[in-house]
């Protein structure tokens, strides 16, 4: 009888639904974005899907951008002020050469920046064209907005219609 109930309890409490549910993606505004797993200035790894329920603005940055340090100052008002998850995807240093774990630190660091400054991918599946790009994410992993370049009250109104 206990091997009934250890058996049951364990096949309830263990079949967690995945939400996911789609077959596709694209990062394009109405549709759902790709997903990524990338490492963070701490050496976590920080996954897009495993944050479905939330909205998200990721943000993609170069350390000589002069438009993603003033984003970068605002990071953590803007998470203050909404119930979003800013995160901020480093490509490039100073010199152009691809993020390292030492420019994530060091960004992090700079701008008092608590929330996940991810190493950028070797091979970017995103449309980055400017810097700093915006996509806002609303809780049903859809992309509701892209942004180029840095506008805080555009970029407050994409995270409004997330909320």
């Given at each position: 009888?206990?091997?009934?109930?250890?058996?049951?309890?364990?096949?309830?409490?263990?079949?967690?639904?995945?939400?996911?549910?789609?077959d596709?993606?694209?990062n394009?505004?109405?549709?759902?974005?790709?997903?990524?797993t990338?490492?963070?200035?701490?050496?976590?790894?920080?996954?897009?899907?495993?944050?479905?329920g939330?909205?998200?603005?990721?943000?993609?940055?170069?350390?000589w951008?002069?438009?993603c340090?003033?984003?970068?100052?605002?990071?953590?008002?803007?998470?203050?002020?909404?119930?979003?998850?800013?995160v901020?995807?480093m490509?490039?240093?100073?010199?152009?050469?691809?993020?390292?774990?030492?420019?994530?630190?060091?960004w992090?660091?700079?701008?008092?920046?608590?929330?996940?400054?991810l190493?950028?991918?070797?091979?970017?599946?995103?449309?980055?064209?400017?810097?700093?790009?915006f996509?806002?994410?609303?809780k049903?992993?859809?992309?509701?907005?892209?942004?180029?370049?840095?506008?805080?009250h555009m970029?407050?109104?994409?995270?409004?219609?997330t909320?």
């Open positions: 009888m206990h091997m009934f109930y250890f058996l049951f309890f364990l096949f309830f409490s263990c079949s967690k639904k995945n939400p996911i549910t789609w596709t993606c694209s394009v505004v109405q549709d759902h974005p790709c997903d990524f990338l490492v963070d200035q701490h050496g976590k790894e920080w996954n897009l899907y495993e944050n479905y939330k909205a998200i603005i990721i943000d993609f940055s170069a350390e951008c002069y438009w340090k003033v984003a970068a100052s605002d990071i953590n008002n803007v998470e203050q002020a909404y119930d979003v998850t800013y901020t995807v490509l490039e240093d100073s010199a152009g050469n691809k993020a390292d774990d030492k420019l994530v630190r060091r992090a660091a700079l701008f008092q920046i608590n929330s996940p400054v190493i950028g991918p070797q091979e970017l599946t995103w449309n980055v064209e400017a810097f700093p790009t996509y806002i994410i609303n049903e992993m859809i992309v509701t907005g892209i942004m180029e370049g840095y506008n805080p970029l407050e109104a994409y995270v409004k219609e909320q």
